[in-house]
């Protein structure tokens, strides 16, 4: 039995680590220094961010012009004009939440996926392991909403380090949040993009603008698409140029667990936190609006990700059935591999696997037989 449990370890261990490299390399959603520059086919500055950008990634613009990138070189991609994308419905206004209510107030919840992100010119380091601002805007649109009306969780959960599995770290949080029932849901971050891409003003006070991401691997897409053009279109309305845009990247950024959630960009590392702290004001300004014209009902774990409510979605480590589905498929063919390359051919390997499945199995099977009889 020794050398089962020995065989059945290192037949793991390997598609494992195969598994957990790829995953990483999917995953990593953003440069470990310097940005990406998007350009559309005239060599024009479309886009720049310091997330990865892959073929297939789409950003709607400011003024809702949609673009495709069809290839990346470096740090350098290449886009096509896709179609308008323009919201021709007018947002109307909508007031606050406040005032007497019969119900309790509608719960919005916050988090940080990346919670060492700091602002230079304010923090003098662009990261702070386990005491990134980006917090402390969080704090300040928590405390907008508040006076709004809504009832705020703001998680302040450490996910470090900054690396590629943060966002499987922050799933555990985004589950927790989730088995509350807001009515929304936000990962707080903020983008390393030059100081020009998010520097804007509002009322001659220094704001940073704000880029909504949404993720591609998910079955919520077209669905928290809809929504992120919501949100734009209320932004639009009555503060133009605060959004700057709609990225549609690779990845899913807990948004598979729940259509209503989105990561938002709150300006760049090169501007200043009270830059960013305006920014995050004038959108709280704007989340009555836009919870309005999308329903504003509670937000619920999907059904596709995780079955009936938010136990099925608090997995550790946000695995998924098709993690698991998988790891036992490559578990199953690096046996089949390593069998094949350690006997030489076909009909040995089956020799060798009956050979094996008597001598480790026979006194289990013999054991049953005796306790029928």
Not at 102 to 109: N, Q, T
Request: glycine share 8%.
């Amino acid at each position: 039995m020794g050398r089962l449990i020995l065989s059945l370890l290192f037949l793991l261990l390997v598609p494992l680590s195969i598994y957990s490299e790829s995953s990483d390399l999917d995953n990593n959603a953003e440069l470990l220094s310097g940005y990406m520059t998007i350009v559309d086919e005239q060599g024009s500055i479309v886009f720049q961010t310091g997330l990865t950008v892959r073929p297939g990634d789409e950003f709607v613009n400011e003024d809702n012009r949609l673009y495709e990138v069809t290839a990346v070189e470096g740090t350098l991609a290449i886009s096509r004009y896709v179609r308008d994308e323009s919201q021709h419905a007018v947002v109307p206004e909508v007031l606050p939440v406040q005032g007497e209510q019969a119900d309790p107030p509608p719960l919005i919840g916050i988090y940080h996926t990346h919670t060492d992100e700091c602002y230079i010119p304010t923090d003098g380091v662009a990261t702070s392991k386990g005491n990134g601002s980006i917090i402390k805007v969080g704090e300040t649109f928590a405390t907008r909403l508040k006076e709004l009306g809504y009832e705020v969780d703001h998680r302040k959960t450490l996910h470090d380090p900054h690396d590629a599995n943060a966002y499987q770290r922050s799933r555990r949080t985004f589950a927790k949040l989730l088995g509350e029932r807001p009515v929304a849901l936000f990962d707080v971050h903020r983008d390393s993009a030059p100081l020009k891409a998010y520097k804007t003003s509002f009322n001659g006070q220094d704001a940073a603008k704000i880029l909504l991401v949404v993720g591609k691997q998910n079955q919520n897409r077209a669905t928290t698409m809809n929504y992120a053009k919501t949100i734009k279109a209320a932004a639009d309305n009555k503060y133009k140029g605060l959004i700057r845009g709609i990225f549609i990247a690779h990845g899913n950024y807990n948004q598979d667990l729940n259509p209503r959630a989105m990561l938002l960009e709150i300006g760049t590392q090169y501007n200043s936190r009270a830059a960013a702290d305006h920014s995050i004001t004038l959108f709280a300004d704007i989340v009555p609006t836009f919870l309005a014209n999308t329903g504003g009902n509670v937000a619920q774990a999907s059904p596709i990700a995780g079955g009936n409510g938010v136990a099925a979605a608090n997995v550790p480590n946000g695995g998924t059935g098709w993690d698991m589905l998988y790891i036992a498929g490559a578990v199953i063919v690096g046996a089949a591999a390593f069998l094949l390359l350690s006997t030489g051919s076909v009909k040995e390997a089956k020799q060798k696997l009956s050979n094996f499945t008597k001598r480790e199995f026979g006194d289990v099977f013999r054991f049953r037989k005796k306790r029928k009889n």
